[in-house]
Each structure stands twice: as structure tokens, then as C-alpha cells.
């Protein structure tokens, strides 16, 4: 049964129709580097680090349409970048979506290779992974489960959540931010139209509406500035940052953990309308750490600036001696309105670091959360080439604060 199974998987993969592209062969990644500790895997693009979920939990996305034929590409080497990618995030809360879709005969790991995955990705892995989200799953998904459950713990099972269609996933993640290859689109398209329209077509994402009088989350630090009586800093980010000095600075994990939408969701629907927010009724430390980090990711632009993005990218590239000179340089061309946020950020991250010891945050952890909140690029998403240079970036200026802040002041700044 299990082998007829699996025949007629591949035949359903192999009978699309005509005018569905299935691509063989892998694509030249352009913003992978060829001195990529895993170059010969990245330039395939099969893995893609895709913005956040709506529990602001980091997503990574698995697209089988893009595994070349098995005789191209070193499994094992595909495994150990696989947690190469899983190791920067694995200390947080994270998401994976798997793209089944191109999966066939010619590029199927064989079930020996997925049996020794399953059980390298031990506890550290499993852990904080909230959700695995296997898209458009056939057959042979089916029968891998029934191969693979005596094996599957239940609580691992529970996080395994099948999405049939595309449409699927836009109730649990920011979907305009996802990397979805052209063939997994067409695929989906093609199941619309020949199930006549029962499928929810993709929406996309309506027109941004005019602010409310006291919007708080989505709007530009000036707009904030305008309507806070010409103060800099963020209601938002004071208030989460003074409570969290006050009773979180100890925490172990702080900042690593995820809130249930609706907590999220309420709170900031309380900001938006000008309503006090009293964040003792959430009984829980990560409420306004995670708010911190949803403002952070929701504004327009990032802080740090769209102009900014190119040279931070260019840290990795200075010599290590030279590298918090050159983060000065970077935030000192800042707008002030920019610098005197990040200014008062930085000041806090840092204080955080200090207590590392209680909350098992430093610099290098508080970057790794926080660096994507404050640098994104113009267009689409970062590309985990980006991640290394925009993580050390955020780290040294968590740790050289100090250093990198102590000569440029602005009028109305203030610190936490």
C-alpha cells in the first residue's frame, strides 16, 4: 500500500498539466556569496528566512520546487545547513513553512536521509518551534507520517498543521512578506481553477487607512512626535521600557519568548485608541517585551532607515578593528529624530546585557532578536546572507553603547 502510495504521488506531480512549470534544476541565488560557508547549498534558495509570523515569531521557509536532482546535491550538506539556518534562531520562538509542492522522483531524499534528520534536530530545535506548516501535502506526506509517527513525539505532532491551499496560511502570518516560488504560486492557481473557485483566492493586503487621532503601531516616528506634544520617544517604547527596567531586567529569556495573537492584537488596539494600557493585568514578563518588538517592526520604515541598509551590510567587510568606528559613522548620519530613539533603544539593550547573567541575554542574543526589527531592506525581505552583517551590527552597538552614542547629543533626547 505504501509504495503504491508513493507511485501515485509522483504521478500526481508528474501530471499537472501542460501549463505548469516544473523546474528541475536549481537557481543562482544572487545574494548568496560564493564564500557562503554553505554556498554550494545556498545558491539553490531552497531555505529563506521570511519575516514573522503574527506572534512577531521568526518564519523560515523550506520550498521543495527548488531541490535540484539528487545526484546535484550533497543531502548531508543540505542537513547541516538546514541547522546552520535553524541555529541563529532556535534560542526564540520560531515558525516553519515547508513547500511540498516540486517535490518528485528525481529530487526525493531517500527515507533513511529523513529518518537521521528527524533525529538530528534534537531537543534545541524542537523546543521552540511553535508551528511546522506543510503546504499543498499529497500522498506521500500521508505516508510519511504513518512511517514516521511511532517516532513523533505527540507534542511535536500537535505542531505539525497542514495548509491545502495558499489562502490558508494568511490568517496565521504576514503573507505579503512571505517568498513564495512562482511554482508553488502557479500550483496553487491551478488547484483554484480546477476546484471552480472553492478555493479562497490569495487577497492582498488592503490600502494602508488613515491613522487614528491616537494611532501608536504603523505610523512614522514623526507622526508620533506631532501628536506626544513634540516629545521623541514613542509612548509605546517609554512605557514598555520603564516597566520592563522596573520588574523584568532579570528574566531569564527576556525577549525570547511569543504572546498569544490576542493579547497582542488587544493591546495594541488599546494604544491605537488612546486607551491606558495597565500591563500588570497580563501577568507576564514577554507581554511588553513583545510589544516592544511588534512596534518596532511595524513602522514604516525601519529605524535604522532604508539609506542606512547597503552600508550595514558592509560591516562584515571591515576589518574587526575598525568596525565600531564604522558604526559610529553609520548612526551618526542618522535623522535625529531616528538616533534619539535608537539612542534610547541602545541605552536599554545594553543595561540588559549587563544582566546577563540572571537573564541569559547577551548582546549577541539581544541582536539576533532585535537586528531584523531594525534593519530591513526597501523591497521583499532579508536574505539570510543579510542576517550575519545585520546582527553583528546591532550586537556592537548594544555593546560598544557607550562608545558609539557618547558624542552626538539632540535637543529633547532622553534616556531609560
Known amino acids: 500500500m505504501t509504495v503504491v502510495e508513493l507511485q501515485k504521488d509522483e504521478e500526481e506531480l508528474a501530471h499537472l498539466g501542460d501549463d505548469t512549470v516544473v523546474d528541475s534544476g536549481y537557481r543562482e541565488a544572487s545574494d548568496v556569496s560564493i564564500t557562503h560557508p554553505y554556498y554550494d547549498i545556498a545558491r539553490h534558495g531552497i531555505i529563506h528566512v521570511a519575516g514573522d509570523d503574527n506572534s512577531g515569531r521568526k518564519v523560515i521557509t523550506f520550498s521543495c520546487c527548488y531541490l535540484p536532482p ?10 547541516e545547513y538546514l541547522k546552520y539556518t535553524l541555529d541563529q534562531y532556535v534560542e526564540n520562538d520560531y ?29 534545541k530545535y524542537k523546543k521552540n518551534l511553535k508551528a511546522l506548516y506543510v503546504v499543498h501535502p499529497t500522498n506521500f506526506i500521508k505516508v510519511l507520517w504513518k512511517i514516521f509517527k511511532p517516532v ?32 508553488v504560486l502557479q500550483h496553487d492557481e491551478k ?19 488613515p491613522p487614528l487621532p491616537m494611532q501608536q503601531f504603523g505610523v512614522t516616528l514623526q507622526y508620533l512626535k506631532n501628536k506626544n506634544n513634540g516629545k521623541l520617544i514613542p509612548p509605546v517604547m517609554e512605557q514598555t521600557i520603564s516597566y520592563l527596567k522596573l520588574k523584568g531586567m532579570r528574566a531569564e529569556g527576556l525577549f525570547r519568548r511569543s504572546v498569544a495573537v490576542h493579547i497582542i492584537k488587544d493591546i495594541q488596539k488599546l494604544y491605537n485608541l488612546g486607551k491606558p494600557v495597565n500591563l500588570d493585568e497580563y501577568g507576564d514578563i514577554h507581554v511588553p517585551a513583545v510589544i516592544l518588538k511588534t512596534f518596532l517592526r511595524e513602522l514604516p520604515e525601519p529605524l535604522l532607515t532604508y539609506a542606512s541598509y547597503r552600508p550595514i551590510l558592509e560591516i562584515a567587510n571591515v576589518e574587526t578593528i575598525l568596525r565600531v568606528n564604522s558604526c559610529k559613522q553609520i548612526v551618526h548620519q542618522l535623522p535625529e529624530h531616528n538616533y534619539a530613539v ?4 541602545m541605552c536599554f539593550l545594553n543595561m540588559v546585557s549587563q544582566e546577563n547573567i540572571n537573564n541569559k541575554m547577551t548582546a549577541s542574543n539581544l541582536a539576533c532578536i532585535f537586528g531584523l526589527n531594525l534593519a530591513w531592506p526597501r523591497e521583499g525581505t532579508p536574505s539570510l546572507n543579510a542576517l550575519v552583517p545585520v546582527n553583528m551590527f546591532t550586537e556592537l552597538l548594544i555593546e560598544h553603547y557607550s562608545t558609539i552614542f557618547n558624542t552626538r547629543t539632540v535637543p529633547g533626547e532622553s534616556l531609560p
Open 70 to 79: 539528487c545526484h546535484e546535491i550533497d543531502h548531508v550538506r543540505l542537513l
Open 95 to 123: 515558525t516553519v513553512i515547508y513547500f511540498h509542492y516540486g517535490l518528485r522522483s528525481c529530487n526525493k531524499p531517500s527515507l533513511s536521509w529523513l529518518q537521521s534528520a528527524y533525529k538530528a534536530f534534537d531537543r
Open 152 to 183: 513523533i513525539s505527540h507534542k511535536f505532532g500537535k505542531k505539525i498543521l497542514y495548509m491545502n491551499h495558499l489562502s490558508d496560511l494568511q490568517q496565521h502570518l504576514r503573507f505579503n512578506r512571505l517568498i513564495i516560488p512562482k511554482e
Open 191 to 209: 488547484l483554484r481553477i480546477q476546484q471552480k473557485g472553492r478555493i479562497p483566492a490569495i487577497t492582498k493586503a488592503p490600502p494602508p487607512r
Open 342 to 345: 535608537l539612542k534610547y533603544l
